[in-house]
């Protein structure tokens, strides 16, 4: 990317606004500076796309939604571009920004065709049938904010911001100071496609003074990162009564069945685990294999680790690339090394690769790791897979679950029994087979977390539905009045008796 279409895209910002180093994680050298924004232009930003909501609210949901498929045609057109500017910013392997493309590309055609479908009025079942008739209607909420962290920033932003946009709502986004150039190139794309400028607008600035000013402006605000930041969002915006969803933390597990082939889950337990370096929300943490065949999974698992190619590329020749900044490096080698220092048995990895770059991280195997020990309950959100031991599939669905997160899962083996035990995972998708892309690909299923891991649901229905107020309309018959007076209830309430009867009767 040139330096003039990156200060092209900066210039979305005040020009006034201190600037801090943006570095690309491959090399450790600054790429651009980014203007930082304060609470009051935040404030400014709220105003102005407020003032075009109501412009933007009355425009027919199809014309809302064509914006996205043009813009779902224009990211084809523009891969390599978008490509290049994903892995400039965040540092991971073509292959997982390609895998970010799709999903982002996903989400502009999904809504794309269905946001109209969703929105239109949908009819309810009448209390009174044929003298009552109901529906409900879907209004944009005004001014949506949306709150994103650097991990996904493609992904993240097409999944959240465009089905706000197709709603019919502003939307305000915080983009992470790491990955705001994305962000930008998504808008630049939606722009291009027919989206009006001023119903998207992105702030970038310090987390806490920019991210509060978000939650404490907008009509709703949906929220991905860390959960100890969600529960800050969620105090915020519950003081305001405002609505939100949260997107958060995991600390997925993925079981081994006795039924399943031990190469295929140590393939599966490498693609579910170190998908962009193993910075991904729904990527496997915990591998729990039975206690007999445990050796011979690690000895595998070993091997195929060892043989990743590691590095930077701009094709799909390396595997794994680089961990996005230098807190990302300090805090994955500080649960590595913590974790040998109490015992734990270092199978594979264990290192950073600076011959590569300054983040580089080598992929982990770790094992003997207690399970209430930082490393084998906390989220690392890095390239690390700690792998325990069971005696029966009872226990290990037992530890799969004794997390307080429950974003994702996977059980691994013959489809029938992992079928059976994806039912017992508390966990907002379950994966058989698949350590994460079989749910994550399905914009038409619903993605979230239980517990700790969020609240509400993107994709899908719910993930357009929840940019909107809903209101129901309630007609009756004008050739039949309903009672107003108590005597009016001698005629009427035999009647309304006998309804209830016919109806539970008939269903
Ligand atoms: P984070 O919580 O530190 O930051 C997320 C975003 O919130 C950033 O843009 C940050 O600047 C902003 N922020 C910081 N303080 C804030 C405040 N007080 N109010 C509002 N916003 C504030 O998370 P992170 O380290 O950037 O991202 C990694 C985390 O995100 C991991 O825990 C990961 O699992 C989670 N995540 C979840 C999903 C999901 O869909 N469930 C997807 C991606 C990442």
Redesign the pocket.
């Known amino acids: 990317m040139t330096d003039t279409s990156i200060q092209s895209l900066l210039s979305h910002f005040p020009a006034d606004a201190p600037l801090v180093p943006v570095v690309n994680p491959s090399t450790g050298k600054r790429i651009f500076d980014l203007p930082q924004l304060s609470a009051d232009q935040v404030k400014e930003a709220f105003a102005k796309a407020r003032a075009f909501a109501p412009a933007w609210s009355a425009t027919p949901a199809k014309e809302r939604q064509a914006v996205l498929t043009r813009m779902h045609d224009l990211m084809l057109k523009n891969e390599t571009k978008l490509l290049d500017v994903l892995q400039l910013e965040t540092g991971k392997s073509r292959a997982h920004a390609f895998e970010e493309f799709a999903g982002a590309a996903g989400a502009a055609r999904y809504y794309g065709r269905k946001a109209a479908k969703f929105l239109k009025n949908s009819p309810t079942r009448a209390g009174v049938p044929v003298i009552t008739k109901t529906w409900v209607e879907y209004q944009s909420l005004g001014v949506v904010g949306i709150?994103?962290?650097?991990?996904?920033p493609m992904a993240?932003a097409n999944l959240d911001v465009l089905p706000a946009l197709a709603a019919g709502n502003a939307v305000v986004q915080?983009?992470?100071n790491q990955t705001a150039l994305t962000s930008l190139f998504c808008r630049m794309l939606a722009i291009e496609a027919g989206l009006p400028a001023a119903a998207w607008t992105i702030v970038v600035g310090d987390?806490?003074e920019v991210?509060?000013a978000?939650?404490d402006n907008c009509d709703y605000v949906a929220?991905?990162?860390?959960?100890?930041?969600?529960r800050?969002?969620a105090e915020r915006a519950a003081a305001r009564l405002i609505g939100f969803s949260l997107?958060?933390?995991?600390k997925n597990p993925m079981i081994v069945l006795p039924s399943a082939k031990l190469d295929q889950a140590a393939e599966l337990a490498i693609a579910g685990g170190f998908g962009s370096a193993g910075q991904l929300?729904v990527s496997i943490e915990r591998v729990y294999v039975e206690n007999s065949r445990k050796a011979e999974f690690l000895k595998i698992l070993a091997a195929k680790v060892e043989s990743l190619i590691i590095g930077k590329s701009s094709d799909f020749s390396v595997d794994i690339g680089s961990l996005t900044s230098a807190n990302q490096l300090a805090r994955v080698s500080g649960f590595i090394d913590n974790a040998v220092k109490d015992g734990a048995t270092l199978v594979a990895g264990g290192k950073a690769l600076p011959e590569h770059g300054p983040y580089f991280y080598a992929p982990t195997v770790l094992t003997d790791v207690a399970h209430d020990a930082p490393a084998g309950c906390l989220?690392v959100?890095g390239p690390v897979l700690v792998v325990f031991g069971y005696d029966s599939v009872d226990e290990a669905v037992t530890l799969a679950n004794d997390t307080e997160l429950g974003?994702n899962a996977s059980v691994v083996g013959k489809e029938s029994e992992a079928i059976r035990i994806a039912s017992r995972l508390n966990a907002g998708s379950v994966n058989v087979n698949e350590g994460f892309r079989a749910s994550f690909a399905s914009m038409d299923s619903p993605?979230g977390?239980m517990k700790q891991?969020?609240k509400g649901r993107r994709n899908g229905r719910a993930g357009i539905i929840r940019f909107t107020d809903q209101r129901t309309v309630g007609v009756a018959a004008s050739w039949l009045r309903l009672p107003s007076r108590g005597r009016h209830y001698n005629r009427m309430a035999p009647l309304m008796r006998l309804l209830s009867k016919i109806l539970n009767r008939i269903g």
């Open positions: 709150i994103t962290p650097w991990n996904y993240l915080k983009a992470d987390g806490a991210g509060n978000v939650t929220f991905t990162g860390s959960t100890a930041t969600g800050k969002v997107e958060l933390g995991g929300c989220e959100f974003l993605m977390g891991s969020g």
